[in-house]
């Protein structure tokens, strides 16, 4: 039985445009060099896709998966590396493209993991942020979309390992 509505907080158009623009920028930003592009799983999917699609460079896509601890709509204190990339970064430029930026942990510790293995440089692409949750403070090189602090679902977002299929990013509203 669906308990939850999904209710449209930014439309698949929105999204679209605004992901244009900001593969353009990557495009502009990398000019003349070579990318490795990281997929943070499973959240990044759907942005990932659709953002490689409109980075005209030469690129290689890695997938990395990280777990925090804790309840399904609250960010933990830890997190663990479960599905590590498989390519070697050194002096290469890295992207890592991360669905959501809450608290900042999760990208803290990705960018630990990664600067160990002195990369030439390493930018972040994230969807979404929510500036009222930051705790550990991150640099956004190329943001989608400010948000209040609402937990959200869709274009690759889960509740409970659900959602993530919905073009769109939505809020749920309980009892509809
Ligand atoms: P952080 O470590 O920045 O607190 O949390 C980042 C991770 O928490 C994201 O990659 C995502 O998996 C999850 N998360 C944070 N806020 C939301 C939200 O509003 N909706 C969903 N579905 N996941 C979220």
Do not use: W
């Amino acid at each position: 039985m669906e308990l939850y509505t999904p209710e449209t907080l930014i439309s698949e158009e929105e999204i679209i445009q605004r992901i244009d623009a900001l593969g353009k920028a990557i495009t502009q930003n990398f000019e003349g060099q070579d990318l490795i592009v990281i997929c943070v799983l499973k959240g990044a999917f759907m942005f990932c896709s659709d953002l490689i699609k409109r980075i005209n460079l030469p690129l290689k896509l890695e997938f990395i998966s990280l777990s925090s601890y804790g309840d399904s709509t609250q960010s933990s204190g830890s997190v663990r590396l479960e599905m590590d990339i498989t390519a070697n970064i050194e002096g290469k430029n890295v992207l890592i493209v991360e669905d959501i930026v809450d608290s900042g942990l999760t990208i803290k510790i990705l960018m630990e993991i990664m600067s160990v293995r002195k990369p030439k440089e390493v930018r972040l692409a994230s969807l979404l942020f929510k500036p009222s949750k930051l705790k550990h403070p991150v640099r956004i090189d190329y943001l989608g979309f400010e948000i209040e602090d609402k937990f959200v679902i869709g274009y690759g977002l889960d509740y409970a390992g659900r959602y993530r299929e919905l073009p769109y990013i939505g809020v749920l509203n309980a009892g509809n």
